[in-house]
């Protein structure tokens, strides 16, 4: 059975850093992308960033191009989100995802394209 599990959520100040990362168990070949979202009370779920496993091409939302890196870890199945340089509107819940299919580039980053997920892991930013 398939689980994700994030961990590395917390409180920062603006400018800070935090790393996430999503453990996983029960993947099988057919989940070809993973990703990472997050919510804030009010907002809809917001796309951050995703991987496809075998190109390794990576898409990130717009809000945090060049401050986040995702990265998966084979060795220790875990999906990782580097955040740097937070923001206070970077706050909020965040789910780790994947998504079952083929093709070497992730599907469009927003939430009815990927079926599985996490229960998050909160971070807040402090200005």
């Known amino acids: 059975q398939l689980q994700l599990v994030e961990s590395g959520g917390g409180s920062v100040q603006a400018g800070g850093s935090l790393r996430l990362s999503c453990a996983t168990s029960?993947?099988?070949?057919?989940?070809?992308?993973m990703g990472w979202f997050r919510q804030s009370p009010g907002k809809e779920r917001e796309g951050v960033a995703a991987i496809a496993f075998g190109s390794g091409r990576i898409k990130y939302g717009d809000s945090v191009s060049g401050r986040f890196t995702i990265s998966q870890d084979r060795a220790k199945k875990t999906l990782d989100l580097q955040m740097r340089d937070l923001k206070p509107e970077d706050a909020g819940k965040y789910y780790c995802?994947?998504?079952?299919?083929?093709?070497?580039?992730?599907?469009?980053?927003?939430?009815?394209?990927?079926?599985?997920w996490g229960q998050g892991t909160q971070v807040t930013v402090s200005s």
């Open positions: 995802a994947s998504t079952q299919g083929s093709g070497p580039v992730c599907p469009p980053l927003a939430e009815e394209f990927f079926r599985h």
């Open positions: 029960g993947l099988d070949r057919s989940h070809y992308c």
